[in-house]
């Protein structure tokens, strides 16, 4: 028995996007505390001359 394309129509999604919104918030969340802690631990190890007037 062969299914019609208007049988299967409710498998297909309605609308495709590229990333699942709570994923996209989740990875921008964990870069926004990721991202500056790391420059925060990697530049105290940066001892860079002062230029003082």
Not at 16 to 29: D, K, V
Request: proline content about 11%; glycine content about 2%.
């Amino acid at each position: 028995m062969r299914s019609s394309p208007a049988r299967l129509a409710h498998l297909a999604p309605t609308t495709m996007t590229a990333l699942h919104l709570p994923t996209a918030y989740f990875i921008a969340g964990i870069l926004y505390l990721m991202v500056p802690a790391a420059v925060w631990v990697t530049l105290p190890k940066q001892h860079a001359p002062n230029n003082t007037l």
